[in-house]
């Protein structure tokens, strides 16, 4: 990997520059070594690591594994209990410890200082926020992109989202976060770059921005895309002002802002002047005269979508290869802000009619009875709501069985809002689990059925899989059936866990092929 190896001393004077060191023991251990390695956890601990002994349940057997590993010094937090005993010592010498006062800053400083913070020198950074349609929108400013870097002889870009992570070299699976964790996000940024990619855009979450994981990145061009009441919880933000005010936060790291012009004006208004007041320029798009690029005489099969662009002064027919009227505004998005970085017309009909979006408005159609099955990573009030408003225009007049849970240890409104949503859309409803961590299924199951009236629920399931095929034996005939929440994931969180799950869709086809 392309960087600068640094010795444990200069870790040591950046710390203490930003005013994050709290304290050392420099004067009876060796600081004079080279770092070749940062990590958080033991079991990725190579030769000459810097450890790092991040989170509330961290345990010194953690340390020890580490240093057994190959780690030559460690960083804790003061009121630590690390922080508070001696120095650890390792084959009978004292370890070197850099005791320092934010945890959340100090990462995101050493990791763009040991990777030399090469992503902002080598890599166009595309960053995209907002309550829903990140990964759809994504997923677009990277079919385009890749089809304007493949046209001048470029690799195609790198992404980062809830749905896969790529750097050029192999695409994984996410595990349940929008946006890495500092350490990790550096590690695949850099890379990327040594992967020669030139480009990359990825989901920011709000958490994402608020625990710094992204401070020390800078966006060429950034896409705001909406903002609504969600992830208001102890766990994440402890009310909505907290959470719009952490998400504008994106202005301040980005030279170009394209914003969503469809939004209510009370938001609008403090999204346009934020990103006024940061960005070199300001693009807006959305379904709304006036908007720089318009989008209009929107029409949408469950397949595919195709609207009228006025934009530059002129009018193009845009084709989309995924379905829903919803996904129009994360086209445009995803237009907005790939113009903003040279990309042609011609390129972004050519992404746009190519782009697939795992888990976003996946349909299946069942064969041993007209029902079409569509798998959504709907999981708030908000996506509930566009989901359900496009399928009652697409399929008029067909009753629905809808299949869901809601997350745990976070974001508790849910439970009112989507048993409101279910109450509303579904004429039955099958309820399972969809990350519950370390909360009660069951309790979650009682808090949505306080909004559900009890004849809408067919049955509760504790295994998702099992859920669903059942929902696929007594969806009746005519019917459509809607499975909210997962998407592509392949992944359910259990207690502390991410267990590896077959995707709902598989779930859905594996039943169809059974059934033929």
Not at 383 to 390: C, K
Request: charged share 30%; hydrophobic share 35%; aromatic share 8%.
């Amino acid at each position: 990997m392309s960087r600068t190896i640094k010795t444990l001393d200069k870790y040591l004077e950046m710390l203490r520059a930003e005013e994050l060191l709290v304290s050392d023991n420099s004067s009876s251990a060796d600081f004079d070594i080279e770092i070749k390695g940062l990590s958080y956890n033991s079991k990725h601990v190579t030769e000459a690591t810097l450890f790092v002994c991040k989170g509330l349940n961290f345990r010194e057997e953690y340390l020890r594994e580490a240093l057994e590993g190959g780690a030559v010094a460690y960083v804790c937090e003061e009121g630590s209990k690390l922080a508070l005993a001696e120095p650890v010592e390792h084959d009978g010498k004292q370890v070197p410890r850099l005791v320092i006062n934010d945890m959340r800053t100090a990462m995101t400083k050493l990791g763009s200082m040991f990777y030399d913070k090469i992503w902002n020198d080598k890599l166009t950074l595309i960053g995209i926020t907002g309550t829903k349609g990140k990964s759809t929108t994504a997923t677009f400013v990277k079919a385009i992109m890749d089809a304007h870097y493949l046209k001048k002889g470029e690799p195609d870009i790198g992404f980062l989202s809830g749905i896969y992570n790529y750097d050029g070299g192999e695409r994984k699976s996410s595990e349940k976060m929008t946006t890495l964790e500092t350490l990790e996000l550096h590690d695949h940024l850099a890379r990327t770059v040594d992967n020669g990619l030139k480009c990359l855009v990825m989901e920011t979450s709000s958490q994402a921005i608020k625990y710094k994981r992204t401070e020390d990145l800078h966006y060429k061009v950034c896409g705001f895309l909406n903002i609504s009441e969600d992830h208001i919880s102890d766990r994440e933000h402890p009310t909505f002002e907290d959470y719009f005010c952490t998400k504008l936060c994106i202005f301040k790291q980005s030279d170009i802002a394209c914003i969503n012009y469809e939004m209510p004006e009370e938001y609008f208004a403090r999204v346009k002047e934020e990103a006024e007041a940061h960005c070199q320029k300001v693009i807006t798009f959305g379904q709304k005269e006036g908007a720089d690029y318009y989008g209009y005489d929107v029409v949408s099969t469950p397949n595919e979508l195709s609207f009228k662009l006025a934009a530059e002064g002129k009018v193009e027919d845009i084709k989309v290869s995924i379905g829903g009227y919803y996904n129009a505004s994360n086209a445009l998005a995803a237009i907005a802000m790939t113009r903003a970085l040279g990309a042609t017309m011609d390129e972004i009909k050519e992404g746009l009619s190519n782009a697939k979006v795992a888990g976003r408005m996946e349909v299946y159609h069942m064969v041993n009875k007209d029902v079409d099955v569509i798998v959504d990573y709907a999981h708030n009030r908000v996506s509930y709501e566009t989901l359900f408003e496009n399928l009652g225009k697409l399929y008029p007049g067909r009753k629905r069985l809808l299949v869901f849970g809601v997350h745990g240890n976070k974001a508790y409104n849910r439970r009112q809002d989507l048993g409101e949503m279910a109450q509303k859309y579904a004429d039955k409803v099958v309820l399972t689990e969809q990350d519950i961590g370390t909360d009660d299924l069951h309790q979650i199951w009682k808090d949505i059925r306080d909004f559900l009236h009890e004849d809408k629920v067919d049955s509760e399931y504790e295994n998702r899989k099992e859920a669903i095929l059942h929902a696929c034996e007594i969806v009746p005939d005519g019917w459509i059936m809607a499975i909210c929440g997962n998407g592509a994931d392949r992944f359910q969180k259990r207690g502390l866990v991410c267990e590896p799950e077959p995707t709902d869709g598989e779930i859905v086809q594996s039943y169809i092929d059974s059934h033929r």
